[in-house]
């Protein structure tokens, strides 16, 4: 089976721009998707494919891919982007599977 | 507007039987996948399985395959979560999500349930 491998904190100053990123042997084929969680709160999507944002997502949140990484970029972190963010990738052994990164902690300070 | 919206909070005692839903409204209910999704206390997202309504075609995660069933009924747009006998260590709060499709056969969730926490305790 797949697995996607992240870095459990991360922090960033206010305004400044922070890179979470997220590898695993999937990411050669499929594209992540990233959700933002704030504790108490249900995941919400922030980035999929190649580099979508859904609709309500500010454009300080971008996506990029290289190899077996992607990365979520936030460029001018804001207060409000102070949460755990997870990555997600189809896995590549089938059967609709998907599987999640452990987690990151972003800390804005 | 899409949304999925779940049962409610649940406490239970070790080897009893539950069953919790998903309703999803706002859209095709049959016409997209419905996953679901662990989250363990202070932990992180576990994919469980994943049904496709329309003809109730289910898949399960190895680690959950035999551990729970998941079922729908397309007639109330209401996708379940079940488990014939709770260990103390199915405590967790479970999302549904509906799945998507991207660009290269890519997948991801974009609405999500707002969670239903299962405590299960002597």
């Known amino acids: 089976s797949s697995e996607l491998t992240q870095d459990p904190a991360v922090s960033v100053a206010l305004g400044q721009t922070v890179r979470i990123t997220c590898q695993g042997d999937?990411?050669?084929?499929?594209?992540a998707s990233w959700y933002q969680q704030k504790p108490g709160q249900a995941p919400v999507l922030v980035i999929y494919?190649?580099?979508n944002r859904p609709s309500g997502i500010p454009d300080r949140f971008s996506g990029s891919s290289s190899g077996n990484t992607a990365s979520l970029t936030i460029t001018g972190a804001q207060a409000e982007d102070e949460a755990d963010y997870y990555c997600n990738s189809r896995d590549s052994s089938g059967n609709h599977g998907v599987v999640f990164g452990g987690g990151t902690k972003l800390t804005v300070l | 507007e899409v949304q999925l919206v779940q049962s409610g909070a649940e406490v239970k005692k070790p080897g009893e039987s539950l069953k919790i839903s998903c309703k999803g409204s706002?859209?095709?209910?049959?016409?997209?996948?419905i996953g679901w999704v662990r989250q363990m206390p202070g932990k992180g997202l576990e994919w469980m399985g994943i049904?496709?309504?329309?003809?109730?075609?289910?898949r399960y995660s190895p680690s959950f395959q035999g551990q729970v069933t998941i079922s729908a009924d397309k007639s109330i747009s209401t996708a379940y979560l079940q488990w014939s006998s709770l260990k103390a260590s199915d405590t967790a709060m479970y999302y549904c999500?509906?799945?998507?499709?991207?660009?290269?056969?890519?997948?991801?969730?974009?609405?999500w349930g707002q969670g239903t926490l299962v405590t299960v305790s002597s």
């Open positions: 049904i496709y309504p329309g003809d109730s075609d289910t």
């Open positions: 494919g190649k580099n």
């Open positions: 999500a509906r799945r998507r499709i991207a660009a290269a056969a890519t997948y991801y969730f974009d609405y």
């Open positions: 706002g859209y095709s209910f049959t016409s997209y996948w």
């Open positions: 999937s990411l050669r084929s499929y594209y």
